[in-house]
């Protein structure tokens, strides 16, 4: 299990220096556009916040829901700027955002198509694509998830 969460990846400096910035450039701009302004607009949305319509979250308030996603917008953003579990907090971002392109904006166009068209997929899906590669190569060895799973042997599948 612990291989699982803490497995960085690959060690490589020129990878882990790309990994690096995706990572946390990604990160900040979920943190600081999405997560904070939701916890300071909290009181504003809590009531009429979408609530997925699969059947055990469909049975939740839409002021957990909104919780739920702060939660994923804003701790699992620090995790991955810190590369601490960030396989599992790319996850949980990563399915954040396929319920925001998917549900909440189901009925929305894929792309911009005219100025005043603000609601669309593609935000949602050009955040859930990095949240993809980062699941797949790991945090990189200049992270947290490094220092804790010191193996340096390469991994074989």
């Given amino acids: 299990m612990k291989k699982f969460f803490f497995d960085c990846g690959t060690r490589d400096a020129t990878a882990s220096l790309g990994i690096l910035s ?9 943190l600081i556009g999405h997560g904070i ?22 049975l939740m308030p839409p002021s957990v829901s909104l ?30 955002m396929t319920v925001a392109a998917f549900g909440a904006l189901g009925a929305a166009p894929w792309f911009l198509k005219s100025p005043t068209l603000i609601e ?13 590669a980062i699941i797949l190569a790991g945090a990189g060895g200049y992270s947290v998830d490094a220092a804790i799973h010191k193996d340096s042997k390469r991994r074989r599948w």
Avoid: H, W
């Fill in 67 to 96: 919780l739920a996603c702060i939660g994923a917008e804003v701790a699992a953003a620090s995790l991955l700027i810190i590369g601490f579990a960030t396989r599992p907090a790319a996850f949980v971002l990563g399915l954040c």
């Fill in 120 to 132: 669309t997929k593609e935000l949602s899906l050009m955040y859930l694509i990095p949240m993809i």
């Fill in 37 to 58: 302004p939701k916890i300071q607009n909290f009181a504003t949305r809590k009531d009429f916040f979408y609530v997925p319509d699969i059947f055990p979250l469909s």
């Fill in 22 to 30: 995706l990572r946390v450039l990604v990160g900040l701009m979920m």
